[in-house]
């Protein structure tokens, strides 16, 4: 499968997943903690889905160069961490936890692991 083909599977499966999501948030009530987790998991997948393909045409835009070449498996790595960040930041909103220190620690982690990923390379 190419590049292009990849992206605008991904671009479909974003749109489906926040259209799910739609549905999902108009008809489930949101008492039972089964709602909360399937309502994150597909929040996780839309967020993802939709943060991928911006990672890989940011990335060939303006990333271009010899040492970094931007794959679609690494756009697709920092698209899910995208979505752990803003997931785990929700999840702790919902929990009356978030703060500012905690959402600089969590999006510094996922920096932390990016980096490492890329170095390991």
């Known amino acids: 499968m190419s590049n292009r083909a990849i992206v605008f599977l991904l671009l479909v499966v974003a749109v489906l997943a926040w259209g799910g999501l739609r549905l999902f948030g108009h008809f489930i009530p949101p008492h ?9 998991l597909i929040l996780g997948v839309a967020c993802a889905s939709t943060f991928a393909p911006l990672a890989y045409v940011i990335g060939a835009r303006f990333l271009a160069l010899r040492v970094y070449k931007i794959t679609i498996r690494h756009s697709l790595r920092q698209g899910a961490l ?9 999840i702790l909103s ?19 692991v990016e980096v490492l990923s890329l170095a390991r390379k």
């Open 94 to 112: 919902m929990l009356h936890s978030w703060n500012i220190f905690t959402a600089v620690v969590i999006l510094a982690a996922a920096v932390v």
């Open 82 to 90: 995208l979505a752990l960040v803003v997931i785990f930041n929700l």
């Open 32 to 40: 039972s903690p089964l709602a909360f987790v399937a309502f994150f």
